[in-house]
């Protein structure tokens, strides 16, 4: 069974140029790759970020 090889990976902006006309860009999928690598940003930005407020003291009261 013949098998074809995979194609070179393309960047995503590429895809979405104006004037693409590859099978990904006519199918939309450089839109969709810039947009899960935006939401995969903003997750990894919020869970690097520090705490918005300090977390509460838990020594034990006398």
Same mark, same amino acid.
């Given at each position: 069974?013949?098998? /074809?090889?995979?194609? @070179?990976? /393309?960047?995503?902006? %590429? &895809?979405? /140029?104006?004037? &693409?006309? #590859? +099978?990904?860009?006519?199918? #939309?999928? #450089?839109? !969709? @790759?810039?947009?899960? &690598? *935006? %939401?995969? +940003?903003?997750?990894?930005?919020?869970?690097?970020?520090? =705490? @918005? *407020? =300090? @977390?509460? !003291?838990?020594?034990?009261? =006398?």
């Amino acid at each position: 069974m013949y098998k /074809r090889p995979p194609a @070179a990976p /393309r960047p995503a902006a %590429e &895809a979405a /140029r104006q004037d &693409a006309t #590859g +099978g990904v860009a006519e199918s #939309g999928l #450089g839109h !969709d @790759a810039k947009a899960v &690598a *935006s %939401e995969v +940003g903003r997750a990894v930005t919020a869970l690097a970020a520090p =705490p @918005a *407020s =300090p @977390a509460p !003291d838990r020594k034990a009261r =006398p």
